[in-house]
């Protein structure tokens, strides 16, 4: 009922810059928070960065002042600019929304497929 379609990973050098793109379709009333998740090989996946429908953001400790979501919700879409990238952050980097569906009124998270991110010289 709802896809969401990632682009913009790949290979970085150390203290560079990429920018993930998120996109949501499907049958969607409303979409109250988008965000970022990392999951590292060996690693439980771990939250990077949200941001809700009202514009307010959230960041994990380690990207603050370095990494920067937003979302734009007239296109359903969310982006993570990424700055000063370290090696140990090479990951698959997801993005989910938290969906309120056309006719239902529950809200159902939904996930992109990953896009890979990788930081190395």
């Known amino acids: 009922q709802v896809r969401l379609v990632e682009s913009g990973g790949g290979l970085v050098e150390p203290g560079g810059s990429l920018r993930l793109s998120c996109a949501a379709s499907?049958?969607?009333?409303?979409?109250?928070?988008m965000g970022w998740y990392r999951q590292a090989p060996g690693k439980e996946r771990e939250l990077v960065a949200r941001?809700?429908?009202?514009?307010?953001?959230n960041y994990a400790d380690s990207v603050k002042g370095r990494f920067t979501t937003s979302r734009d919700n007239a296109k359903n879409t969310v982006d993570l600019q990424m700055n000063s990238l370290k090696p140990e952050e090479t990951a698959v980097y997801y993005c989910?929304?938290?969906?309120?569906?056309?006719?239902?009124?529950?809200?159902?998270?939904?996930w992109g497929q990953g896009t890979q991110v990788t930081v190395s010289s």
């Open positions: 941001i809700t429908d009202g514009g307010s953001t």
């Open positions: 989910y929304a938290d969906v309120q569906l056309v006719g239902n009124s529950r809200t159902w998270r939904y």
């Open positions: 499907g049958s969607i009333s409303s979409i109250n928070v």
